[in-house]
Structure formats: C-alpha cells, structure tokens
C-alpha cells in the first residue's frame, strides 16, 4: 500500500520561546509533523508514539486504515494557531484516496500539549476526523444500485433480481446435531439433492468454532413451503438477500451463472458508497461521506429463450450425458448452451468438455484435402470397406464398400477409409492448420464464459493422420467447438463468440478463412449428408446441412453420437454420450430445429 504527503501550505503563527514550561527540544509544528507523517505514511506505530494515550491511538488509527484501505493519504494546510499556555491547537486538511478512485476530504483539528520531553498529540478521536467520538468505529459501506434483470436477445427476462433466504446452521448450538441434519436434509433434498443428513453433518463437522455451515440458498417461495419444518430448529438461521435467479428454475445452467458474475461485476463497478461512525453495538451513529450510486446498465445477453428451451428439451429425455450448443454464425451470437441433468453432474461439457469428433471432423480433413486443389466434391475417390495405412488396417463402419463414387458421396455416406488416405497424404500441420481456420485449436476469451474449442496436434506420422482424418487418433474437440466449425462453413469465416451484447471475445490463433471454392464444396457436400447420407432423419426439415459422428472411446465397444449443422443463419453442434452411434444424435437434433419451428 502507497501514501503520499503534500504540505502545499504551512502557516506557523506560533513563535515558541526556547524556555516555555514543560518543554525542551522541538517545537508544536515539528510535533504535528511527525504524527501527520506517521499517519499519512501508514505507521500506526510511529503516528501513536508521538501522542500522549499511544494505545488508544494505535487502537483507533489501526480500525481507519484497516476500514478504509487508503491506496494514499495527503495531509495539506497545516496550521498551528496561537497557545493557550503548554496548549496548542493545529488545523490539517486530510485527503484519503479510497480505491476505485474515491476520495474523501476534510478538515480536523488537534491539541498539542507541553510534556516533559517535548510536545505531544493530545490524543482524542477527532484528530482522525471531527465526528468521531470515544468508543467508536468508523464504517465504510456500499450502496449498490438496484439491479436490472438480465433479457435475451429479444428482451425476454432470463433472469429477475428476486428474494433468497439463506439457511445456515451453528454447530456449537445446535444441541443434538445428527437430528437437526435429519430434519434439515427431509425438507430440503427436494430442491438440492446434494443435501443430505451426511452432507450436512460433515458441513457440520468442519466448521470452525464462532462460525456457521451454510446449508443452502432457497427461492422465497420454496424457503415459505419448508420454514414450518426448520424454522424453529436449535442452531438454525436464516438471512435475506436479493440475487439474480433464472425465471424458469433449472435453465441455462452453464450460461446463466457467468452472466450473473458479470452483471455483479457491473454492480461493483456502478456502487456508491458511505463512510457512517459506529457505536459499540455495530449500530450506526452519523453519516461522514455518501456518494450515491449510478444507473447500473441493462444487461442483454445473446441468448435466445426460445432456442434455449427448444434445445434443453430436446435433450431432456436422454439416458447419457447431452450438450448442445447453438450460435448465430453472422453475429458469433451464442444463442443456447444446454446439457440435460446426467450432463450438468459432470460439469460444462458444452463448452469445455474434450471428445473425439468421430466423422464430423470430416469436415476439417475436407477443407484440407479440398484446398490443395488436387480434388473437388465430384472427383472420384477409393471408397473400400478396409484399407490400410503402414500396417494400420481402417475400416468402415460394418465395413460398407462402396467403391469408387465422387467425393461428395463419400462424405455424406462417411467414408473412414476414404478421408484416412486423404489425411495420410496431407502434410504434417495441415490438419492443424485447416482446423483453426475453423475455429478448432484457437483460443477465445468469451466474458461470461470459459470455453474450450479443442485440440488438433500435428503429426508426422502417415498413421496418426489417418486417425486423426476421421476423427479418432489424437483429435479432441467440444460441441462449443464443432459449433464453430458449423458456423464458419455457414459464414465463410470463423465468427467471434459472445455471450452478452457488447462484450465480443478476444480472440488468438484463429487462421484464416477457408477459401470460397472450399466453402462453395463444403457446403454442398454438408447439404448431401441430410438428402442423401447419414442423416436422412433431418430430410423432412427444410434446408439442413450438416455432419453425423460416431467416435469410439476406451476399449473401442462404446461410442460417441455427434450431429453438427446448420439451417440458415443458426449453427449447432449436439453431442450425446455414449450413444453407441451418431443416430440418436440426428435424432436429438431433429427434436431441436422442429422445436424452434
């Protein structure tokens, strides 16, 4: 922590005869001085040494730089006035530079008092500010603005300021602990399955003495439904705030609490705040500074209501873990991140969990393949139901041969044999270097949110390529990911994500734009998987394009189902776990476009 000390006016009015009564050595002002500099430097030690009751100095200097956390302190316009014998009074102007570049200004007054060794502080707490009174403390208070609700895209409120009720419990008062965390875990587990009478007594148990276990935080609504229950139980408290919830509960759930942090962000920023003095009881006496709060601004994010309520639903019924991600490939607009309840047990998949891609990656080993200008979407390609790269035998799914067809039918039938040798014969970053023009291997600072993209590592090895082209090998990808892969055919360009309006991401290692021959191919060859390929599931949905995936995983008998697309100006990736195929996802996907209309 800096100070600063500015002495910009100095008036000493007093002439201090060498002989005066009580006194030797320096003077009033050289008094004043090195407690002003004391105080003004942060020696709390050294500021309280030079008055006459150091320990209650030391006590209450302690409490105001403790309170106030000065990042500076002037002291200006000193003045030490005519004596009244071994009495003299001083003036000082005190500047306190607060953080978030507040300042608080005023004037105090001082007594400085004749002793054996030379002058002193005459202490009292007004020396640190003219309305602070013996025995008491000064506070420093926020006053936060009121909060706005948080709308989607469309000015539907996602979430509402609304009344919580936080429930705790003190051990050291609970009396019989075990059938207090009985009674606790019966009324609550309903709203937070986590909470259970273990869970509550091991809260319990490893709390501090002096402190409380906080049990969980209750909707008004649900707090009014059990407070009969655990209202009067010993140990238990209950205290009220307001907070940002989500208006419909349970959705949005890997979203909505980085908006949230955002938005508390904005409201720190925006607060006002006070500087009151305190009595021994903690009650407020007086007000010393107010500077009120300002307007804290709306805040929009990019969802969309409707989006997200399609795609949560659409998930909602599956037995694995599911995410799907959606954003609008103009704007880079996130416009939903869902998972269903088994997917939200293990953490944000949408955003940062790491899968093999399977076939959709196919897309990327295209664009590759398509931008060295050595094929089309008609040229004929080697589609047999094996093949093999230096030993390394690759099959097709159930080893479906269909001979030599254009490359656009390989695609959209998925040919892993096909796209292994096109990535066998590519050079050693050319996968790496094709994905991040995807988005795929880049990294994005997205306000609000942590994501992940994937990883794409090159290899030297014709083998590890081969792998890698249809999207087993080494390559991990996210459904935020593949999104971004959908959006970019869809946008000719890698679009820059964001989760609210306004706060674009920093972006880093994002490569250039496909070519638009490559875009051209892709997305014809992307609009015959849905007519004519894997995903005929989609065919009665107008204009789909996309990508299926299947992606084995541990031992090989399990795998992954992708769908990654686009219709219009909407790009999505769905992912279902262990889905043993890539139809369930069509499926998911299917439930999803039809659910938006």
């Known amino acids: 922590m800096s100070a600063r000390r500015h002495r910009s006016a100095l008036a000493v009015l007093l002439l201090v005869a060498a002989t005066t009564a009580g006194c030797s050595g320096d003077g009033p002002e050289d008094a004043l001085s090195a407690f002003l500099d004391a ?6 030690a050294a500021a309280a040494a030079n008055t006459d009751s150091p320990d209650a100095a030391k006590t209450v200097l302690s409490q105001v730089r403790g309170v106030l956390d000065p990042e500076g302190l002037d002291v200006d316009d000193e003045e030490v006035k005519q004596p009244d014998g071994d009495v003299v009074t001083a003036g000082y102007r005190l500047t306190w530079h607060l953080r978030r570049g507040r300042t ?19 202490w009292q707490p007004t020396v640190v500010h003219p309305q602070l009174a013996v025995g008491q403390t000064l506070g420093l208070l ?127 920023g925006a607060a006002g705040w006070r500087i009151v003095t305190r009595d021994v009881t903690g009650g407020e006496v007086s007000e010393l500074k107010a500077e009120p709060p300002r307007l804290a601004p709306a805040v929009t994010s990019t969802l969309s209501t409707k989006i997200q309520a399609a795609a949560e639903k659409a998930l909602e019924t599956e037995p694995h873990s599911a995410a799907l991600v959606a954003i609008q490939p103009s704007s880079g607009d996130i416009l939903a991140v869902a998972q269903n309840d088994a997917a939200d047990e ?12 399977g076939s959709t990656f196919k897309i990327v080993t295209a664009a590759a393949a398509l931008a060295t200008g050595d094929v089309d979407a008609g040229s004929p390609v080697d589609c047999p139901g094996a093949t093999t790269v230096e030993n390394r035998v690759i099959p097709n799914e159930g080893r479906f041969d269909l001979g030599r067809v254009p490359l656009k039918t390989a695609f959209a039938r998925s040919c892993n044999t096909t796209f292994a040798r096109l ?46 082209g249809f999207g087993q090998g080494r390559v991990l990808t996210s459904p935020f990911g593949m999104a971004l892969v959908a959006a970019t055919v869809q946008a000719g360009k ?104």
């Open 346 to 357: 293990e953490g944000s998949l949408a955003l940062s969990g790491r899968y093999p891609p």
């Open 423 to 468: 990535a066998a014969g590519l050079g050693g970053s050319a996968l790496t270097d094709t994905a991040r023009s995807f988005g795929l291997g880049a990294d994005f600072v997205v306000p609000g949110l942590t994501t992940v993209t994937g990883d794409v590592p090159a290899s030297d090895s014709a083998v590890q390529r081969a792998e890698n």
């Open 104 to 122: 608080w200004s005023y004037r105090a007054d001082a007594q400085l008092r004749a002793a054996e060794n030379g002058w002193q502080v005459h």
């Open 494 to 597: 890698v679009p820059s994500p964001s989760i609210v309006k306004g706060m674009p991401a920093a972006t880093k290692n994002v490569g250039d734009p496909p070519s638009p021959d490559v875009l051209d191919a892709l997305r014809e060859m992307m609009r015959e998987v849905v007519t004519t390929g894997t995903a005929t599931g989609l065919r009665d949905l107008p204009e789909v394009a996309g990508k299926t995936g299947t992606a084995q995983f541990g031992d090989g008998s399990h795998s992954h189902g992708w769908f990654v697309g686009y219709r219009g100006d909407l790009a999505f990736a769905v992912l279902l776990t262990d889905a043993g195929s890539s139809k369930p996802a069509v499926q998911a996907a299917h439930r999803f476009l039809a659910g938006i209309g």
């Open 39 to 44: 105080v003004a430097s942060g020696d709390v």
């Open 142 to 268: 926020p006053q936060l603005p009121d909060t706005a609700p948080v709308l989607d895209r469309d000015g539907v409120p996602l979430m509402r300021p609304q009344t919580v009720i936080g429930v705790v419990v003190d051990p050291q008062k609970a009396g019989d602990t075990r059938a207090v965390a009985g009674t606790l875990a019966k009324a609550l587990h309903r709203y937070e399955p986590s909470v259970t009478g273990r869970s509550v007594l091991d809260g319990m148990s490893k709390t501090k003495p002096g402190d409380a276990y906080p049990v969980i935080t209750l909707r008004a609504g649900d707090y009014q439904r059990v407070k009969p229950a655990i209202y009067d139980l010993p140990g238990v408290r209950f205290a009220s705030q307001e907070r940002l919830l989500p208006v419909t509960r349970g959705s949005g759930q890997q979203v909505l609490p980085g908006i949230r942090a955002l938005v508390e962000q904005q409201l720190a």
